[in-house]
């Protein structure tokens, strides 16, 4: 059962090291400029507040 736990923690250690390395050639090299486009175009990063967030901080502001 110990050989298959550190077998285990050096592939987690592995897997972790590969997203690190890979995060950081796609976003900080910026690569491939076309992924940070797709992103955009899908809608995955939007400057838009949502409703109910503003409602909270209408509510606030009223309160005060």
């Known amino acids: 059962m110990k050989t298959f736990?550190?077998?285990l923690i050096k592939l987690v250690i592995i897997q972790f090291a590969f997203l690190f390395i890979t995060q950081l050639f796609f976003?900080?090299?910026n690569?491939?400029?076309?992924?940070?486009?797709?992103?955009?175009y899908e809608g995955v990063?939007?400057?838009k507040?949502?409703?109910?967030?503003e409602t909270i901080w209408e509510n606030q502001?009223?309160?005060?």
């Open 61 to 64: 502001k009223a309160g005060n």
């Open 27 to 29: 976003h900080q090299l």
């Open 45 to 47: 990063v939007k400057e």
């Open 5 to 7: 736990e550190r077998i």
């Open 31 to 40: 690569v491939l400029p076309e992924l940070k486009v797709i992103t955009q």
């Open 49 to 53: 507040t949502t409703e109910s967030v």
